[in-house]
């Protein structure tokens, strides 16, 4: 006699232990990726084990010989390999047995399942996730092929009778969800429908294939290093959100530096340029801030002695010419600042000189090359004219007769795409008249 298999509710309740202290044993911090990283950078194989309840009831509700539905124990055992996000490939054993009876005569049937093996392709719907970059939710259709070994037997009027092992091919679907429950473990939920190429799965010869049912629930766990994320709990969508947003943080926090930078540096120039006492010089060169308001003043802002009666104007020879020419050849200042270097005083002596015996006017015309903004350049072209100016008025020369202008990057005279034409366009203009 052929007695039903009863599932227990304790097997069911052990496995979701078994899967909830799974799923609490990992807390390693996973790695982030590029979006469309290699490979190499994931867990890609994964093992899962499950149990369940195999029967005859499927949800289209036909190919049932017998009419009163059994549940019995199943259980199943897959090895994956993720192809893709969405794809991967598993190889799965199900065992078990599956039974049934008549309502009206009694008689039933019992078919072990010894083993089974199918390879079947899973495909994942959707990685569903509100807050976290790893997937929580996963519906998935699985759809395979494989080879099952079952044992059918019927008993009829009371009487066994055993019709032997036989092996056929069978084609597996199913459909389900898991649920991400800690780094590379889910919770499998599972309904698959498996369709045997043979009329005596149930013991009767027909001549439409049978089909039965497994829903299961089991524990999926990924292989290999916790550190690195599942690919087939990885959503690439969010990797790229994540980057497009990591780069325009730092895009926002480069032009949010820039501001306050110009902002600070207007700021500077502002205070730099400021002539309190309307003498002509700025403040920052100002030796005598406080000067009347249409005083004559030399360079440094201090005024001037009686004016002595002009001489006669004296030609300018090539002598003089090459004077200036070699203070501007050697003229030279710190880097990005407005101090003359001491190379070049004995140059500007014999220009202060020739300046004071012959009573020569002098422009002073300051230039850079376009690198760093528009006010940086402005500000130190004209210091550098104005420093010369107030070295060549200490040495003696009537600072009314120098003029000393900035004109920043706007009058190059080569290219600044050289590193030779941006250093020719940092210079000092000495026109003598």
Not at 245 to 251: G, H
Not at 344 to 359: Q, T
Not at 401 to 413: H, K, L, N, S
Request: with cysteine; proline share 4%; net charge neutral.
């Amino acid at each position: 006699m052929i007695k039903n298999f009863k599932l227990k509710k304790t097997s069911l309740l052990g496995l979701t232990v078994l899967a909830s202290m799974g799923a609490y044993g990992q807390t390693s911090t996973v790695n982030e990726v590029k979006p469309f990283a290699p490979e190499q950078e994931y867990r890609t194989w994964s093992i899962g084990v499950g149990a369940g309840i195999l029967n005859q009831w499927n949800v289209m509700g036909f190919r049932r010989e017998f009419k009163s539905v059994e549940s019995q124990l199943g259980y199943n055992f897959y090895i994956k390999r993720q192809i893709t996000p969405a794809f991967g490939l598993r190889a799965e054993y199900l065992g078990g047995k599956v039974s049934g009876s008549m309502e009206d005569n009694g008689d039933n049937f019992e078919t072990k399942l010894p083993w089974s093996a199918a390879l079947s392709g899973e495909i994942t719907l959707a990685n569903i996730s509100w807050r976290h970059q790893q997937g929580v939710i996963k519906p998935y259709l699985t759809a395979g092929i494989g080879a099952l070994n079952f044992n059918p037997t019927i008993e009829r009027n009371g009487d066994a009778d055993e019709l032997g092992g036989r092996t056929k091919a069978f084609i597996p679907a199913g459909i389900g969800l898991k649920f991400g429950a800690a780094n590379g473990i889910n919770i499998d939920l599972g309904y698959q429908a498996n369709l045997v190429n043979a009329g005596d799965f149930d013991g009767w010869n027909q001549a439409r294939k049978d089909l039965f049912s497994y829903i299961h629930l089991g524990v999926e766990f990924a292989l290999g290093n916790s550190t690195k994320p599942v690919l087939s709990d990885h959503n690439p969508v969010v990797d790229m959100r994540k980057e497009y947003q990591a780069s325009y943080d730092e895009l926002a926090a480069a032009l949010k530096a820039q501001k306050e930078e110009n902002e600070a540096l207007k700021a500077q120039l502002n205070t730099d340029l400021a002539d309190d006492d309307g003498d002509g010089v700025a403040n920052k060169f100002d030796k005598c801030p406080d000067t009347p308001k249409d005083a004559k003043v030399d360079g440094s802002g201090c005024p001037l002695p009686e004016a002595k009666q002009v001489v006669q104007q004296i030609k300018i020879t090539e002598e003089d010419r090459r004077v200036v020419d070699e203070a501007i050849k050697n003229l030279e200042f710190d880097l990005g600042k407005a101090t003359i270097r001491p190379t070049s005083y004995a140059s500007l002596d014999r220009v202060a000189k020739l300046l004071v015996e012959k009573n020569f006017s002098l422009k002073l015309a300051g230039h850079t090359d376009n690198t760093g903004s528009m006010q940086l350049n402005m500000r130190l072209s004209k210091e550098r004219a104005e420093s010369v100016k107030a070295y060549l008025v200490s040495k003696g020369a009537n600072p009314s007769r120098i003029e000393a202008t900035g004109y920043g990057p706007t009058q190059p005279i080569a290219s600044n795409a050289t590193a030779a034409g941006r250093q020719a366009n940092r210079r000092v203009e000495f026109t003598l008249y």
